[in-house]
């Protein structure tokens, strides 16, 4: 019983610790101060706090406060978490237009698959394929012991269709968000060097918003490659913010 | 028999007891006293005695006008008395008391009660109700009406003290007896004791109905100071404070505020109602002269109105407050104020209100707080419209105002605002970024699973499946893989050669079989008895199967089938197809003993 009660009680304290207030951030951003709402916000997510409401304001603080770099980065945090929605998708238009008032070239991602998995992304899939491969395997495991019926190899086969192209969409998403580093570039017109030091001498330049690939880290430089450039170099950790899922 | 009988005749007797009496039925009212005073609790009791199985079906009892009712009680009890005939009844006791709303001789109707359906019906009493001044001679005169005096009563024995009106009286008072509509009343409830109080019971204040009342003093632990009236000492004890404010003129009343306390007596308890009487207020209306349009009604007392703008420059993008403090007298919590509405320069939203009222010193007042949040539209020096904030003063009967005027902001450009907003702001168009969610927590709903979570998950059901597989399938897999012991590939060799042995003798081919058979041979020994042949001439192979207990039958038909197959081998001679078949059942035969 005690155990129990133990078990309930450190549950309930991970739970609560989950919860974070976002109200200061809120006010600020109400009473149109986006550069103090966008710190607010950016304290709880240095905290390791995933949730997309959180990135989701933070990006728009950023929008708002014309720093369309970092409001095109959180904006991708955001879709990562919960997919793309109405809003976010609006905003990150806009963000990507701002940043071509300001004379900055950029076409937004350079990755096909990466924006469809993005775009198309729900928080609910994998844990619908969890449920759905579980199922699956319950059903193969009482066939090992009962007679399965046609009715339910039929169902089987469906089952096994849906549960193999979740498994190849969420391998997908796995793939480019866990073992693919991308980066948004934060800052503008930075320029990347041929060695992890600011004394190499500059190769060429990355956009404020350019989506970039993640290929090494040394120390507080990250050699980055554009795709199609295929030419790789060093920029500061400061520059890019790294889009890397927690969570699928 | 004859004890049976006078038994029977016993119950028979004592039912028809019962039966004679069930039907005598009395139903009476009484009263505790003819004469009380105005403070005093009339105890009326309706005494309904019935026979056993007898049930009153219904009791209405009088409207009681003139009294309010304070509470009621119900007792029952039953009589039995034997001698000289049975006497078996039920007495039930209705006991309510009642409190006299006015003096004069007032009668109480009789009550009805429906017992079998037959109706009973008491007679009317009289009750004189004396003012409260003359209550304690009236008790004092109904004490010496008294001629009796129960040996038993203890009250009459003089053995606890009496408590009189003048030990314990309750009172209400106001400060003011007239009054404008919304003016500050104080209503204060003392209790006056000169005996010890015990605990109080029930404390009924009036309902202050068309009426606003904010609570001054309301203790939770009474205390008590100590007063001198006249020759006795007091203690007394204020038991509720209250602000009023009346908001209809004409005449409003008070109702009565009551309590029923227990008080030590002796060495016991006793418990006491008291009640106050009626209050009149005169509420007067608010002048019409000089009253200003749309004034507020609840803005009556004496205020003091102070203003305040700030910051006075600052980015259009960030609220200017504008705040407006009201202090003083009065119905503070109602105080309102004209709202502020938009025009072409400027955006008011709704004031932000804090009320502090203070109660010390047991007045209400305080201060209330209207914070404006004005954000200019456009950048450049904005006047805030002027206003007016009216109040009435009782005091001088007067209408006091106050103009806010003369208030500037400087809105300057904004510094945080990315083109893109700016630029949708100031053309209103429907191209502006949406706003920030509105959720006060983050962290609340599903934002997905971990990915370690994730493969822990999706390997449940899975891992279970492949591990029965792999249980059905361990032998296949294990034979597959190779990791098994030399007895078993040993076993999987003679199988081998079973098989090709049936081959041979198909085909016909002696000199395969003879050679297929001397390894079967072999690895049957090997299987068995653990003895690897070759090299072995045939009297050590037969001693090392006498050691392993193998029987020299069997050790025998060994040695002779091996000598058969070196000589199909070694001599070529010729062998019948008869004779291979024979070889073969010797074979089995020998394999069966050897239990495999």
């Known amino acids: 019983m005690n155990k129990v009660l133990f078990f309930i009680i450190l549950v309930s304290i991970l739970f609560l610790s989950a919860y974070t207030d976002i109200s200061d951030g809120n006010k600020l951003f109400l009473s149109s101060d986006y550069k103090g709402a966008a710190s607010k916000y950016s304290e709880i997510a240095e905290k390791g706090v995933e949730d997309p409401v959180l990135f989701y304001n933070l990006a728009t603080s950023y929008l708002y406060a014309g720093e369309y770099g970092k409001a095109v980065y959180w904006y991708y945090r955001t879709m990562i978490i919960e997919g793309a929605l109405d809003d976010t998708l609006k905003n990150l238009k806009m963000a990507y237009r701002g940043l071509e008032e300001q004379g900055v070239a950029n076409s937004g991602p350079d990755s096909l698959i990466y924006d469809f998995i993005i775009r198309f992304h729900h928080p609910l899939i994998p844990l619908i394929f969890v449920i759905l491969v579980n199922i699956l395997f319950f059903i193969l495991i009482l066939g090992k012991f009962l007679p399965i019926k046609t009715g339910v190899k039929s169902l089987l086969v469906v089952l096994s269709v849906i549960v193999a192209v979740l498994a190849v969409f969420i391998s997908a998403r796995i793939y480019f968000f866990h073992f693919q580093t991308r980066g948004i570039v934060i800052s503008k017109s930075v320029e990347v060097k041929e060695g992890p030091s600011d004394a190499y001498k500059t190769i060429f330049k990355v956009d404020e918003g350019s989506m970039v690939n993640i290929t090494d880290r040394y120390q507080d430089f990250y050699q980055i490659e554009r795709s199609g450039v295929k030419v790789r170099g060093w920029v500061s950790s400061r520059d890019i913010g790294i889009l890397k899922a927690g969570k699928l | ?596």
């Not at chain 2, 509420?283 to 200003?292: A, F, I, R, S, T």
């Not at chain 2, 507020?296 to 703008?309: A, E, K, M, T």
């Not at chain 2, 008895?529 to 050790?555: P, W, Y």
Request: with cysteine; glycine share 6%.
């Open chain 2, 1 to 596: 028999m004859l004890r049976k009988t006078g038994n029977f005749l016993f119950l028979v007797c004592f039912l028809a007891g019962i039966s004679v009496y069930a039907d005598d039925v009395t139903v009476e009212a009484t009263i505790n006293a003819d004469e009380i005073g105005l403070n005093d609790t009339l105890v009326y009791t309706l005494s309904i005695t019935c026979g056993f199985n007898a049930e009153p079906s219904q009791i209405k009892f009088p409207d009681f006008l003139g009294f309010r009712k304070l509470s009621q009680s119900q007792s029952s009890s039953m009589n039995i008395v034997i001698g000289g005939g049975q006497t078996f009844s039920k007495v039930k006791n209705y006991d309510i008391q009642l409190s006299p709303n006015k003096t004069g001789v007032i009668e109480i109707k009789p009550a009805t009660v429906v017992i079998k359906g037959k109706v009973y019906q008491t007679r009317p009493l009289k009750v004189t109700v004396l003012p409260a001044s003359k209550s304690s001679s009236a008790q004092k005169q109904r004490q010496m009406k008294n001629p009796f005096r129960s040996p038993f009563d203890i009250d009459e024995l003089n053995l606890e003290p009496k408590i009189s009106d003048d030990d314990i009286i309750l009172q209400a008072v106001t400060d003011k007896k007239s009054v404008f509509v919304g003016e500050e009343i104080i209503f204060s409830v003392y209790l006056y004791s000169a005996v010890q109080i015990y605990d109080i019971e029930q404390f009924t204040l009036p309902k202050f109905e068309n009426a606003w009342t904010e609570d001054i003093y309301s203790p939770q632990k009474f205390t008590s100071e100590q007063k001198r009236i006249g020759q006795r000492v007091y203690n007394v004890y204020l038991l509720k404070r209250k602000a009023i404010f009346l908001n209809k003129a004409g005449i409003y009343e008070i109702e009565p505020t009551s309590i029923v306390l227990n008080v030590v007596s002796g060495f016991s308890q006793k418990r006491i109602s008291r009640q106050t009487q009626n209050i009149k207020i005169d509420v007067k209306p608010l002048p019409e002269k000089d009253m200003p349009a749309d004034f507020p009604p609840f803005n009556v007392g004496d205020y003091r109105i102070s203003y305040s703008l700030f910051p006075e420059r600052q980015p259009m993008d960030k609220p200017f407050t504008l705040k407006i403090s009201v202090e003083g007298t009065g119905n503070i919590n109602a105080f309102s104020i004209p709202k502020l509405k938009d025009n072409p320069e400027l955006r008011f939203y709704d004031p932000v209100t804090n009320s502090d009222i203070q109660t010390e010193n047991r007045v209400y007042k305080g201060r209330k707080t209207f914070e404006y949040l004005v954000f200019a539209k456009r950048t450049g020096r904005i006047q805030i419209p002027s206003f007016e904030i009216s109040y009435f003063r009782p005091d001088t009967a007067s209408f006091e105002k106050v103009l806010v005027s003369g208030l500037f902001i400087d809105a300057t450009e904004p510094e945080s605002q990315g083109s893109i907003v700016k630029r949708s702001s100031e053309t209103d168009g429907a191209d502006r970024p949406a706003s920030i969610r509105f959720v006060n927590v983050a962290g609340k709903g599903f934002s997905g699973i971990g990915i370690n979570v994730f493969f822990i998950l999706s390997l449940i059901c899975p891992g279970i499946y492949f591990l029965i597989i792999l249980r059905d399938n361990i032998k296949s897999l294990v034979l597959f893989l190779g990791f098994d012991s030399e007895t078993a590939r040993s076993r999987r060799r003679l199988r081998k050669y079973l098989n090709k042995m049936s081959l041979d003798m198909k085909k016909k081919n002696v000199a395969d079989f003879s050679g297929n058979l001397y390894a079967a041979i072999s690895e049957l020994i090997f299987i068995r008895f653990g003895i690897n042949i070759r090299g072995m001439t045939r009297d050590n192979l037969k001693q090392a199967l006498a050691e392993k207990n193998a029987g020299d039958n069997l050790a025998d038909e060994i040695v002779g089938l091996l000598d058969t197959c070196e000589m199909i081998k070694y001599a070529n001679s010729a062998v019948s197809e008869s004779e291979i078949e024979s070889l073969f059942k010797r074979f089995r035969m020998v394999m069966r003993e050897c239990g495999e």
